[in-house]
């Protein structure tokens, strides 16, 4: 890959995020990819009701709406697709897939929209046009040509509707597999098994109002001013209404730690609410790389040992009685774990963790929000209910102002799972999938993202079929994806622009462009809207406005209904009338997934509804119906002597593995994403000098691995804790590396050493 490196310089983080910088470039991003009259359309659809759903994160939007309701990287995101930009057969004539190969990301997306199918044949150097029934006519007689359907993985990416994704698991399990990894599997499903156990529900149990009736709001492991900035927002209104916040980040992130106008439009930070607070967040606990759950467990011991000095002061011990089990088992837990552990996992001092804890005690309700920084560890599914069991220790579930705050990235990965992305199956949802369509579902559990991986690479699995994504650049362990793809007998992407998989192809490969959110949908019973789920549970429509890129690409739902129909031939399904009346799929996911009773009628109503969310209302679905104390050991990862620990981040100039430009504003980088950030004394220590360039090596048990030049950024950040851009130190990531109990990556927490580039 090329090195897409400018002049790199690096100054002083600012002190205020977004403001001013946020409106010029967010409106450079607009007109310069958009125009001055498409881009002012869009922005005044982006999360309006009844308007475009913003492809970026999946924070709501509020009851009410002001006329311009998106941030800068909302801004980005639609730009981004709705570009004037667009790729056709003369671009791939002209390029051959190693020349393509050899691009940077931010190169490549930035080429433009993709206009028609395309394939690269068998031992052919270019991708070259193939219309639309003899693409599917391929990809159909190669499933129905394996030797059995799990030799297929059918992967999802969070920005799939609902109603392409209920349809997408439907056909793959009426074909005869559950293999159906999703983005999920690298990002929120730490959070899925853990609150799914603790709780019953996967999912967060607060809405945007709590953050105005709370009194204190814990932000651990998200970058909220980046990666869901309109959070910004609830953070001040929090603030305003009284509350405190803790952030706990080996990193002092800038949209974290001083305030802040997410809405580009807006300008002024002064503006918001009236109201400036100088710092965000009241403390912030620079913890160690992986010291999280260490963190928990201090200010829950030290919550202990307070309750027991003044029983009454500290517990809600009616709400333990009544509402929870485990409470002893975990006290015991809680006294057995050191102190001298507890400071050297965290990395903090007694008396940091003894501030946080009082904060909470102080708090009659407060909200925890978290993301990539806690789910992407080898001990993630514990950590998590280690902040369940903070929360049940002061009953701060099921009542306003208190809750837990999963903050879920793509815009509709949520929606995605409730309709059935997911390798396995509850017994809920395959009992009603077999009555709606009169089949019996695979039994087997299928391949997660990892499996799937290692299933390619063992030449288990020999056709890949990606709904979105970018499999090959957002997956562990570069190299090893890369060699796993090369070995599929085929790969598919339905994508809306050229990325890094399409140009990581197996033996044979398939582009199938698709329409993005931004465009309008025309199927044979008119025009159709399509509808998501937001962090919050909250269920809206999203409408496109724009033509399409080009009249030869087509919906993910057209493109899902024809594969099926030429896969499955004549199955009982109505899949044209699928395709032709989005309605209709709706009405079967009425019948099938819980909770969405009337889903036609209330997806019409403004602002769409919410599902149910029984924790929210203190009603706990466990099998005993009691929220769980859940007792784990202390975990955190030691490093041997010339060692540190790694994390991964995305900057604000990203989303995911798409680079819309060079720069990330908030932490003072400007044109260039391979940078190693260090600690000061380590950078000292190793004699190494700011801006050198480095080689940065990651260990586990299979060896090593190594990524070169990348240079050095004196940072805020823990002795021996560094941090790189993902996806350029995705190299680094060991495929066998991943959380226990959920599979993801452990993308936050790598072993490397730092040595000069020779
Ligand atoms: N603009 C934009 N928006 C996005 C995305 C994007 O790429 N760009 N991606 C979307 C997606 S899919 C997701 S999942 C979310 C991701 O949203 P986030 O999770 O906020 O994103 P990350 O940059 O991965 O990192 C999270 C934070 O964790 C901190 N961190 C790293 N290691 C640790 C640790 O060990 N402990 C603690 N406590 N903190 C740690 C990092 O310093 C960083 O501030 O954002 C979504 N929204
Ligand atoms: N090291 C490291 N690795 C990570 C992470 C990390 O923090 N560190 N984070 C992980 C996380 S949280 C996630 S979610 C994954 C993300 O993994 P993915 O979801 O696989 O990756 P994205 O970069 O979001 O996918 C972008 C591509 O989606 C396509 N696309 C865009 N819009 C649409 C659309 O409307 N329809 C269709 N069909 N395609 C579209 C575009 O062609 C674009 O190239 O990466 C994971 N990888
Ligand atoms: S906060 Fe997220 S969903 Fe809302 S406008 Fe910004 S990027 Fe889009
Ligand atoms: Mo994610």
Request: hydrophobic share 40%; aromatic share 8%.
């Given at each position: 890959?090329?090195?897409?490196?400018?002049?790199?310089?690096v100054?002083?983080?600012?002190?205020?995020?977004?403001?001013?910088?946020?409106?010029?470039?967010?409106?450079?991003?607009?007109?310069?990819?958009?125009?001055?009259?498409?881009?002012?359309?869009?922005?005044?659809?982006?999360?309006?009701?009844?308007?475009?759903?913003?492809?970026?994160?999946?924070?709501?939007?509020?009851?009410?709406?002001?006329?311009?309701?998106?941030?800068?990287?909302?801004?980005?995101?639609?730009?981004?697709?709705?570009?004037?930009?667009?790729?056709?057969r003369?671009?791939?004539?002209?390029?051959?897939v190693?020349?393509?190969?050899?691009?940077?990301?931010?190169?490549?997306?930035?080429?433009?929209?993709?206009?028609?199918?395309?394939?690269l044949?068998?031992?052919?150097?270019?991708?070259?046009?193939?219309?639309?029934?003899?693409a599917?006519?391929?990809?159909?007689?190669?499933?129905?040509?394996?030797?059995?359907?799990?030799?297929?993985?059918?992967?999802?990416?969070?920005?799939?509707?609902?109603?392409?994704?209920?349809?997408?698991?439907?056909?793959?399990?009426?074909?005869?597999?559950?293999?159906?990894?999703?983005?999920?599997?690298?990002?929120?499903?730490?959070?899925?098994?853990?609150?799914?156990?603790?709780?019953?529900?996967?999912?967060?149990?607060?809405?945007?109002?709590?953050?105005?009736?709370?009194?204190?709001?814990?932000?651990?492991?998200?970058?909220?001013?980046?990666?869901a900035?309109?959070?910004?927002?609830?953070?001040?209104?929090?603030?305003?209404?009284?509350?405190?916040?803790?952030?706990?980040?080996?990193?002092?992130?800038?949209?974290?730690?001083?305030?802040?106008?997410p809405?580009?439009?807006?300008?002024?930070?002064?503006?918001?609410?009236?109201?400036?607070?100088?710092?965000?967040?009241d403390?912030?606990?620079?913890?160690?790389?992986?010291?999280?759950?260490?963190?928990l467990?201090?200010?829950?011991?030290?919550?202990?040992?307070?309750?027991?000095?003044?029983?009454g002061?500290?517990?809600?011990?009616?709400?333990?009685?009544?509402?929870?089990?485990?409470?002893?088992?975990?006290?015991?837990?809680?006294?057995?774990?050191?102190?001298?552990?507890?400071?050297?996992?965290?990395?903090?001092?007694r008396?940091?963790?003894?501030?946080?804890?009082?904060?909470?005690?102080?708090?009659?309700?407060?909200?925890?929000?978290?993301?990539?920084?806690?789910?992407?560890?080898?001990?993630?599914?514990?950590?998590?209910?280690?902040?369940?069991?903070?929360?049940?220790?002061?009953?701060?579930?099921?009542?306003?102002?208190?809750?837990?705050?999963?903050?879920?990235?793509?815009?509709?990965?949520?929606?995605?799972?409730?309709?059935?992305?997911?390798e396995?199956?509850?017994?809920?949802?395959?009992?009603?999938?077999?009555?709606?369509?009169?089949?019996?579902?695979?039994?087997r559990?299928?391949?997660?993202?990892?499996?799937?991986?290692?299933?390619?690479?063992?030449?288990?699995?020999?056709?890949?079929f990606?709904?979105?994504?970018?499999?090959?650049?957002?997956?562990?362990?570069?190299?090893?994806?890369?060699?796993?793809?090369?070995?599929?007998?085929?790969?598919?992407?339905?994508?809306?622009?050229?990325?890094?998989?399409?140009?990581t192809?197996?033996?044979?490969?398939?582009?199938?462009?698709?329409?993005?959110?931004?465009e309008?949908?025309?199927?044979?019973?008119?025009?159709?809207?399509?509808?998501?789920?937001?962090?919050?549970?909250?269920?809206?429509?999203?409408?496109?406005?724009?033509?399409?890129?080009?009249?030869?690409?087509?919906?993910?739902?057209?493109?899902?209904?024809?594969?099926?129909?030429?896969?499955?031939?004549?199955?009982?399904?109505?899949?044209?009338?699928?395709?032709?009346?989005?309605?209709?799929?709706?009405?079967?996911?009425?019948?099938?997934?819980?909770?969405?009773?009337?889903?036609?009628?209330?997806?019409?109503?403004?602002?769409?509804?919410y599902?149910p969310?029984?924790?929210?209302?203190?009603?706990?679905?466990?099998?005993?119906?009691?929220?769980?104390?859940?007792?784990?050991?202390?975990?955190?990862?030691?490093?041997?002597?010339?060692?540190?620990?790694?994390?991964?981040?995305?900057?604000?100039?990203?989303?995911?593995t798409?680079?819309?430009?060079?720069?990330?504003?908030?932490?003072?980088?400007?044109?260039?994403?391979?940078?190693?950030f260090?600690?000061?004394?380590?950078?000292?220590?190793?004699?190494?000098?700011?801006?050198?360039?480095?080689?940065?090596?990651?260990?586990?048990d299979?060896?090593?691995?190594?990524?070169?030049?990348?240079?050095?950024?004196?940072?805020?950040?823990?002795?021996?804790?560094?941090?790189?851009?993902?996806?350029e130190?995705?190299?680094?990531?060991?495929?066998?590396?991943?959380?226990?109990?959920?599979?993801?990556?452990?993308?936050?927490?790598?072993?490397?050493?730092?040595?000069?580039?020779l």
């Amino acid at each position: 890959m090329a090195d897409e490196s400018e002049e790199l310089k690096v100054s002083a983080p600012p002190k205020v995020s977004a403001g001013i910088h946020a409106v010029t470039n967010a409106l450079r991003h607009l007109y310069g990819k958009m125009g001055p009259i498409r881009a002012t359309r869009g922005m005044l659809k982006l999360n309006q009701k009844g308007g475009i759903d913003c492809q970026s994160c999946a924070w709501p939007d509020p009851e009410h709406r002001t006329i311009n309701e998106f941030c800068e990287n909302g801004a980005k995101a639609l730009a981004d697709e709705a570009t004037k930009k667009k790729i056709g057969r003369e671009f791939f004539a002209s390029h051959s897939v190693a020349e393509l190969a050899v691009e940077s990301d931010f190169w490549i997306n930035q080429q433009g929209r993709l206009t028609e199918p395309m394939i690269l044949r068998e031992a052919g150097t270019h991708y070259e046009p193939i219309g639309w029934d003899e693409a599917i006519g391929l990809v159909a007689g190669k499933l129905t040509s394996l030797a059995s359907p799990d030799e297929a993985v059918f992967y999802t990416s969070g920005r799939t509707s609902n109603e392409a994704a209920f349809l997408y698991q439907l056909f793959v399990r009426k074909f005869g597999s559950n293999n159906l990894p999703d983005c999920s599997n690298m990002c929120h499903e730490s959070t899925s098994v853990a609150l799914a156990e603790s709780i019953g529900l996967g999912k967060a149990t607060i809405r945007l109002e709590d953050f105005e009736k709370t009194d204190l709001v814990i932000v651990i492991g998200q970058n909220p001013g980046t990666n869901a900035p309109r959070m910004l927002s609830s953070l001040a209104a929090a603030k305003k209404a009284g509350a405190k916040m803790i952030a706990i980040n080996p990193l002092a992130e800038v949209g974290l730690t001083s305030f802040v106008d997410p809405n580009p439009q807006h300008g002024n930070p002064l503006s918001v609410l009236g109201f400036r607070p100088a710092k965000l967040a009241d403390l912030h606990l620079p913890v160690r790389i992986g010291g999280d759950m260490a963190v928990l467990k201090g200010m829950m011991k030290m919550m202990l040992e307070r309750e027991r000095a003044k029983p009454g002061s500290v517990f809600d011990a009616e709400f333990i009685a009544n509402e929870t089990a485990g409470f002893d088992e975990f006290t015991a837990s809680l006294d057995a774990v050191p102190w001298e552990e507890i400071i050297e996992g965290s990395g903090l001092t007694r008396d940091e963790l003894d501030e946080a804890a009082e904060m909470v005690i102080a708090a009659r309700s407060f909200i925890t929000c978290w993301a990539m920084g806690v789910t992407q560890h080898t001990a993630a599914v514990a950590t998590i209910q280690d902040i369940v069991n903070l929360h049940l220790l002061r009953g701060a579930i099921g009542r306003p102002g208190a809750g837990l705050c999963p903050v879920r990235g793509h815009s509709n990965v949520q929606g995605d799972r409730t309709m059935g992305i997911w390798e396995k199956m509850t017994p809920v949802f395959r009992a009603n999938l077999e009555g709606e369509f009169g089949f019996t579902t695979p039994e087997r559990d299928g391949l997660n993202t990892v499996e799937s991986i290692a299933a390619m690479r063992d030449g288990k699995a020999k056709v890949f079929f990606a709904m979105g994504g970018n499999f090959a650049a957002a997956s562990p362990d570069t190299e090893a994806v890369a060699d796993a793809l090369a070995k599929c007998d085929l790969t598919i992407q339905v994508i809306t622009k050229l990325n890094r998989t399409a140009v990581t192809p197996g033996r044979m490969s398939i582009i199938l462009p698709c329409l993005g959110r931004s465009e309008i949908d025309r199927q044979a019973s008119g025009d159709q809207f399509v509808s998501t789920e937001s962090t919050m549970l909250n269920v809206q429509m999203s409408k496109g406005i724009f033509e399409p890129a080009s009249e030869h690409i087509r919906s993910e739902t057209w493109i899902v209904c024809r594969l099926a129909k030429a896969t499955l031939g004549v199955d009982g399904i109505d899949w044209d009338g699928f395709a032709a009346d989005y309605d209709l799929i709706r009405d079967a996911i009425e019948r099938v997934v819980p909770g969405f009773e009337n889903y036609n009628v209330r997806i019409r109503e403004p602002g769409g509804f919410y599902l149910p969310n029984p924790p929210r209302e203190g009603v706990f679905p466990t099998p005993t119906g009691k929220a769980l104390f859940k007792t784990t050991p202390l975990e955190f990862v030691r490093v041997q002597p010339g060692r540190m620990l790694m994390t991964t981040i995305r900057s604000h100039d990203q989303f995911n593995t798409t680079i819309y430009g060079l720069d990330d504003r908030y932490r003072g980088i400007d044109g260039g994403r391979r940078v190693i950030f260090m600690n000061e004394d380590d950078i000292a220590e190793l004699g190494l000098s700011s801006g050198q360039p480095v080689d940065i090596t990651s260990y586990w048990d299979d060896g090593e691995r190594r990524v070169h030049g990348f240079a050095v950024v004196p940072y805020s950040i823990p002795k021996r804790c560094c941090a790189a851009y993902f996806p350029e130190a995705n190299p680094l990531v060991p495929l066998g590396s991943h959380a226990k109990r959920s599979g993801t990556p452990t993308s936050k927490c790598i072993v490397v050493s730092v040595e000069p580039t020779l």
